[in-house]
């Protein structure tokens, strides 16, 4: 399975972006697919994550500014991200757990996608 993120930036403290994460793969169902970032120095974190029955999660510090979505026909998850701050900077990374079935076997698997860069800055 791979994801591919694209959407990161550099943006003006106030101003918004959209990543795009697309798997790819042996898939065969989509448990949870959504968002994590990494500060410098410090641990990754939620930013957002939507269950295959829709139930979505958010992290406390992006409430009420980020938007999680996805398109199931393109296997995608998108992350509007509005009001953008700095303490927003970091490297944010597609998360997803899926199943797989592989000559004839069930697996499920976590994957993450390698990271894109949200700068938030003036």
């Known amino acids: 399975v791979q994801l591919v993120e694209s959407g990161g930036g550099l943006v003006l403290p106030g101003g918004s972006l959209r990543l795009s994460c697309a798997a790819s793969g042996s898939i065969f169902s989509i448990n949870r697919m959504g968002w994590y970032r990494q500060a410098l120095g410090k641990e990754r974190e939620l930013v957002a994550i939507?269950?295959?029955?829709?139930?979505?999660d958010y992290g406390d510090s992006v409430k009420g500014r980020f938007a999680i979505s996805r398109d199931d026909a393109k296997n995608t998850v998108y992350l509007q991200m509005n009001s953008l701050k700095p303490e927003d900077t970091a490297v944010y990374y597609c998360?997803?757990?899926?199943?797989?079935?592989?000559?004839?076997?069930?697996?499920?698997?976590?994957?993450w996608g390698e990271g894109t860069l949200v700068t938030v800055s003036s």
């Open positions: 939507m269950t295959s029955g829709g139930s979505t």
């Open positions: 998360y997803t757990y899926v199943k797989e079935v592989l000559g004839g076997d069930d697996y499920w698997g976590d994957y």
